[in-house]
């Protein structure tokens, strides 16, 4: 059973940055498509970063792209969620996800299997 823990959520300012932290157990030789989703009271689950572990792609939302970077430690214990220049909007409650291949739209949530509790983040 895969396991993830989300951490590093918090309350910044506009403009301000973030990184969160994934925790990830439960791997062993496979590769695995990660991702980060977030939630806003009142609003979808909504797609923000996938990487592959296997080959390194990625892939982002508009809204966060050139902002946000999805990365992994080389280990694979962990993946991380930069989040630079952030906006109000971006105040949301972050999830990270497991899939054990990239689904053929790896930012819609009905394709992963795993999933952390989320972390906070609010920027005002």
């Known amino acids: 059973h895969v396991q993830l823990v989300e951490s590093g959520g918090g309350s910044v300012q506009a403009g301000g940055s973030l990184r969160l932290s994934c925790a990830v157990s439960g791997y062993t030789r496979d590769n695995y498509c990660m991702a980060w989703f977030r939630q806003a009271p009142g609003r979808s689950r909504e797609g923000v970063a996938t990487l592959y572990t296997g080959g390194g792609e990625t892939d982002y939302a508009d809204s966060v792209k050139g902002r946000f970077t999805i990365s992994k430690d080389t280990a694979r214990t962990a993946v991380y969620l930069h989040m630079n220049s952030l906006k109000p909007e971006d105040t949301a409650k972050y999830y990270c996800?497991?899939?054990?291949?990239?689904?053929?739209?790896?930012?819609?949530?009905?394709?992963?299997?795993?999933w952390g509790q989320g972390t906070q983040v609010t920027v005002s």
């Open positions: 996800a497991a899939a054990r291949y990239c689904p053929s739209n790896s930012l819609r949530a009905v394709g992963y299997d795993y």
